[in-house]
């Protein structure tokens, strides 16, 4: 039974661990080498750690496995609290998997006089599994009682919490069942006292039986109260003859020698209902469980999250082959823990704070883009928020600073929206130029990506002359029922007197040959339509959508008009109409 659970689990696990790593190579998120084929990433990738281990680079990537990997460097920075509960659970962890899981792989190979009942592996068992539990502990400590700010727990996160806190819980209660249960010794006294394993008639059994029930905490039928000193010394001499070498007092398990104490009065109940071997089939099963579902779970950032900080460690985006990009990415979404540190930094914050819109925080867009990247179909809600999360991202680059798995979250994002522009699902939410960072990445953008989102926010904001005049109630800017509340900028358009100084210092101006034609309205001739009630030409005008907000317009302005926040203001204005209005609209793009 426990070799068909065991090669089970091992199976699924291997199976899982081989399609996890195949989806590196086979799903895409971004616009960098999307059209390389699997083959190919796959030969860019070994490519890769080829030159990385022929190359200076090594080095580097060795100080990223010390300090990043090892001893987590990133966390500690952050979080010291944070940086205790991984290093507790991950070393508590692997040295229990190594020592005591692969005991007879590992330890065993390493020490000849290995048993695990013989210290000091004994007492390590104990000491690795608190680790683990201390780690859980801080784990359910932040999350539920200090509750930090922006720190969201789902399903994936409860299970990890779960499993961690299953496998050694099970394995703690096992051993102190283990303790204290009379046939566990029975069997014990058979195969390495050569006793006969019953109580009558055997002097030797009784003597050592009273010796463990006097000192390992056994619970026995037969042993009652005090017992003659005689009786004890024999049972030690047989101890140390027959079981010392293997087998270390039990109370060196000192977790599991405590659980024993407690459970003392019910023991033998609970030793005749077979609760030792139910408990070790829950223990065995809590690992093969965890073990088989780790590729699928968030557990999986285990493996993940030490290749993300190797290879963003050595890479250079700008450099690396456009496949290991995409790889790269798409390994990352699988290196996410979801532990928010990023959202905690986002300086986009207060534009959560105001819309509640949780794609606006970067933890929460990395899980609803892991669903985009397997393929699953958004729906129109989630696709609206997303889109929204990902164009309100100021490219501060605090969360690919601060994130303890190496993300470099500011180039996914910038990835992440391009293919949605590719895709064709943008609308009046991503309004092109609105990004200034996605101006200032213009050369990452391929081919006549870059200009669509303009033309297609033009085409669905632009409002037909004819239909405005023909509502009901006559649209003004600032909006009239408004006035009471209007920034201090909302009127400034009527300082301007033309000097032209904002379209002389302007970049987008600049950038064109014949920027009247391209442009339609210039930035001083928008202050112009303004100050004469022209609102409709002023919105539509292609100015608008390609602004930057370099500010540079309102900084030279000698009149001090807020030329920059008032194109906010009309962008703004057209989405309002947009949205209030529910009659055809002629599209300046048709």
């Known amino acids: 039974m426990f070799d068909l659970l065991l090669y089970s689990s091992l199976s699924v696990f291997c199976v899982g661990l081989v399609y996890k790593v195949s989806t590196w190579f086979t799903r895409s998120i971004g616009i960098r080498g999307q059209n390389c084929s699997p083959l190919q990433r796959v030969g860019a990738f070994l490519n890769g750690i080829l030159g990385v281990l022929l190359s200076k680079k090594i080095f580097i990537l060795a100080k990223g496995l010390l300090l990043d990997v090892l001893l987590q460097r990133r966390i500690y920075r952050e979080d010291f609290l944070r940086w205790l509960m991984h290093m507790l659970i991950f070393c508590g962890f692997m040295l229990l998997l190594f020592m005591h899981a692969l005991g007879q792989i590992v330890t065993a190979r390493l020490f000849s006089n290995y048993y695990p009942t013989a210290n ?34 789902d399903g994936p996160d409860r299970y ?12 703690i209660l096992f051993e102190g069942l283990k303790i204290t249960s009379y046939s566990e010794f029975n069997h014990m006294a058979v195969d390495y006292g050569d006793l006969s394993g019953k109580w009558a008639g055997d002097k030797d059994q009784q003597a050592l039986e009273s ?76 690992c093969f469980i965890g073990l088989a579902y780790l590729p699928f779970s968030k557990m999986f950032h285990v493996l993940a999250t030490p ?8 890479m250079d985006s700008e450099t690396a082959h456009p ?41 929460e867009k990395m899980t609803v883009l892991k669903r985009m990247a397997a393929g699953n179909t958004l729906s129109r809600k989630e696709l609206r928020a997303l889109l929204e999360g990902i164009y309100l991202c100021t490219n501060c680059d605090r969360c690919t600073v601060t994130c303890p798995s ?13 293919r949605l522009i590719q895709e064709h699902r943008t609308g009046p939410m991503i309004l092109s130029q609105l990004s200034f960072a996605r101006g200032l990445g213009r050369e990452q953008v391929f081919g006549k990506s870059y200009p669509k989102p303009l033309e297609e926010a033009r085409g669905s904001l632009s409002v037909n002359f004819d239909v405005l005049m023909n509502q009901e109630k006559p649209l003004s800017f600032p909006p009239a029922e408004a006035e009471g509340n209007q920034p201090i900028h909302a009127n400034t358009y009527s300082y301007c007197f033309g000097c032209q100084n904002c379209t002389t210092v302007c970049p987008v101006v600049e950038n064109y040959e014949d920027p009247q034609e391209a442009l339609e309205l210039l930035p001083h001739q ?42 906010y203001e009309l962008k703004n204005w057209a989405l309002k109409n947009l949205e209030k209005s529910d009659k055809p609209r002629v599209s300046r793009a048709a």
């Open 323 to 363: 496949a290991n990009v995409m790889t790269r990415q798409v390994m990352e979404l699988d290196a996410c823990t979801h532990c928010g540190t990023c959202s905690l930094r986002c300086s986009a914050l207060m534009a959560f704070e105001a819309i509640g819109n949780e794609y606006i925080l970067p933890s």
């Open 307 to 314: 290749v993300s900080l190797l290879a963003n460690a050595v």
């Open 211 to 286: 010796y463990w029930v006097k000192n390992f905490g056994l619970v026995s039928p037969h042993v009652k109260g005090p017992v003659d000193q005689a009786v004890l010394a024999k049972g030690q001499e047989i101890n140390e003859m027959s079981c010392a070498d293997c087998h270390a007092s039990p109370k060196w398990a000192f977790a599991g020698y405590g659980v024993s104490r407690v459970i003392a009065p019910f023991a033998l109940r609970l030793n005749r209902a077979g609760a030792v071997n139910f408990l070790w089939y829950i223990h065995i099963l809590f």
């Open 120 to 153: 000091p592996f004994l007492f390590l068992r104990s000491l690795f599994g608190l680790m683990v539990l201390a780690g859980a502990g801080i784990a359910v400590f932040r999350r539920f009682v200090l509750k930090v700010p922006r720190l969201k727990t």
């Open 406 to 418: 190496g993300i470099n979250l500011r180039e996914l994002w910038f990835n992440a929206r391009e």
């Open 160 to 171: 990890a919490i779960f499993i961690v806190a299953a496998v050694i819980l099970s394995g």
């Open 526 to 567: 928008i202050m112009w339509c303004l100050g004469s009630g022209l609102i409709e030409a002023a919105s539509s005008s292609a100015m608008v959508w390609n602004c930057l907000t370099c500010y540079q317009c309102q900084e030279h302005c000698p009149q001090k008009v807020k030329v920059t926040d008032l194109l």
